[in-house]
């Protein structure tokens, strides 16, 4: 039944690797207008990340440099772009720059984004509600000892494969919460080791992500003074996703790169449940319209977010209900069943979405760091799979051509979003170097 109605869906049962071009894409304009989030409330998240750059430069040296605002790089790599048109026989025209979220304070991945907006946010309303904080104070008072007295009697809860577990224990201990981290089975340990390190509870699962979140969120939600951060269903942390795109448009100016009709944007992102890179794609296309064009990658085991847009079921449906394991060494991207606040803010938005075998990670990561010394994880790697195929698989092709993207392509600006490994320790990089998987 579902297969004729959404015939890609056999391929992506066999563990394809697929290009679905999204048959929903609309003019951009038209698409917001069925959105019920907009540019206020990306600037409105945007302020209060500056509100809050002095307690964050206080609490994480690291972030001196830029003033408290946590930032990442755009690197270009043309390096890398010429190594996948002659080792991938790929065709990829125009410059292919790495956004280095990999690289961004305190986290070390994309979450740094989300993640701790969220806390923030829930920090700025608890403190101004008791009376410890209004707006107009310098929030660098918020690490005084009083301050973090009151926020221990709160508690952080959620669910996470890893990083947005990081990224939430290491803001929410900064500030002064009991923290409780609920892990998929995916995560791994030395993720699980470095949370334990700042004072965070790290609960563990048998299952997978969706679990580990359900049970977070019924533990969160039978303490009054408890807060669960809820990655399925959360427009703060998908706003706090949105403020990057702000950011890399003043990058891109500073780089000189144009954005308009002639110059089109591609930005590729991987995917697990959907709030990061909705959140991202989201804030660009508010900004670029319809010449930013947006795609998704995820595993093939476990692309929860392709399965929920093509089939229009959301988080409807599982990976599992078509018979995949949602099993990857992307542990970033091991979720099974999507968002669906995100599926259907993309639903309009999103040109479409490529899929991943995981032995191709591991060479995209090696290909990376011999052609350009970057180290990333697994999951960010992904990311390298929307420049290689875009100009060379014959549905993205199509996607072009229907774009009127192709007498433009010379003059295009890629981006590949690395979106975590900047926290990897030493041994397991060495680890994953020496990974060599079926393909
Ligand atoms: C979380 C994560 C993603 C995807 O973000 P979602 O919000 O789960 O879609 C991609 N890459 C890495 C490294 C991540 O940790």
Redesign the pocket.
Known sequence: MLEEKTPILKEICSEKEVFWKNPDKTACGEAMEQIELGMEDVEDAERRLERFAPFIMKCFPETKERNGIIESVLTPVPKMKDLLNEKYDSNLEGNLLLKQ??HLAIAG???AR?GIYEILKHTEELAIEHGVLSLEDNYEKLASEECREFFKKYTIQVGS????GLSIGIMSAAVGYQVIVHMSADAKQWKKDLLRSHGVTVKEYESDYSEAVKNGRALSDADPNSYFVD?ENSKT?FLG?AVAAKRLQKQLEEKNVTVDEEHPLFVY???????????VCFGLKLLFGDYVHCF?IEPTQAPC?LVGMATGLNQEISVQDIGLTGLTH????A?GR??GF?GRVMKNLLGGEFTIRDGKLYDYMRDLLGTENIF??P??C??FEGPMQIEKNESARKYLQENHLEEKMKNATHIA?????SLVPEAIREEYKNTYLEK
């Open positions: 979220d990999s991945s994309i979450k989300g494969t890893g990083n947005l990655d942390l996703y992102i991987p995917c697990g449940v959907g709030g990061a890179p909705g959140g998704f977010m992307a542990d970033g991207l979720v999507p968002s995100v990333l994880e999951s960010a992904a990311s979003w690395a979106t975590g490994g």
